[in-house]
């Protein structure tokens, strides 16, 4: 289980340029008080940054990467993405059957949910493959903090708070539950809080993680507190 931290760098870096597309838009629409600008967007970074954790723990490419490949395997010829991880799922439910303690299964079922915008079934196995994992695991907890928060309409909930307080009790650094709790911040207007977030990711100094956006992340953010 020690995998899930492997593609650590690809999934902050992908929510990182995801951040700072979205920070672009409200700058252009600061006057607009209508939180529903953000909605879209929002649910890009949940089905990116998803998609970025998916393969995490395999060390392999995205999510996305691997669908388009698979769709030009024969075995997948003419399916959609949607339509390929329909597949997959229905794969790893007939994993999950014949063993229902595969910690790594319920973690990649999970994902596979929140690629197609199913938080509350990724939110289920996300807990799972939490229960049911030899130790305790930082991506696993910050996954269903993920999760949770988007079924929960962007909503920091007590029990979402406490998944993320345990992440970074694991890992203080945990880059996908600092990058949450940043768009957090930031999409409540706690531009200080998400600055500081994203520095405590910067100053981890972890070489997988995409200085570039995020410092310009930060930047962005410094203007909006002014």
Not at 23 to 41: G, N, Y
Not at 85 to 104: A, C, G
Not at 123 to 130: E, N, T, V
Not at 154 to 167: F, H, M, P, R, V
């Amino acid at each position: 289980m020690s995998e899930f931290g492997t593609g650590l760098g690809m999934f902050a870096g992908v929510v990182l340029l995801i951040v700072v597309s979205l920070m672009l838009i409200w700058w252009k629409q600061s006057r607009s008080s209508d939180k529903r600008l953000w909605i879209p967007v929002a649910i890009s970074l949940v089905l990116i940054g998803g998609s970025g954790s998916l393969y995490a723990m395999l060390g392999s490419p995205t999510y996305h990467a691997e669908l388009a490949v698979d769709s030009a395997n024969d075995e997948f010829a003419g399916m959609t993405a949607n339509e390929i991880n329909q597949r997959r799922i229905e794969e790893i439910q007939n994993t999950l059957r014949e063993d229902k303690q595969n910690s790594e299964a319920w973690y990649l079922l999970g994902n596979a949910y929140m690629y197609v915008s199913e938080f509350d079934k990724a939110g289920i196995a996300f807990g799972y493959s939490a229960r049911l994992a030899d130790s305790p695991q930082a991506n696993v907890f910050s996954a269903q903090a993920t999760a949770e928060y988007y079924q929960n309409g962007q909503k920091l909930t007590e029990n979402i708070q406490q998944l993320l307080d345990y992440a970074l009790q694991l890992d203080n650094d945990n880059l996908p539950a600092l990058m949450l709790l940043a768009s957090d911040y930031f999409l409540n207007a706690r531009y200080q809080k998400a600055i500081d977030t994203w520095q405590q990711a910067l100053d981890s100094e972890r070489s997988d993680l995409d200085r570039v956006a995020l410092i310009s992340a930060i930047n962005r953010a410094k203007i909006l507190v002014r």
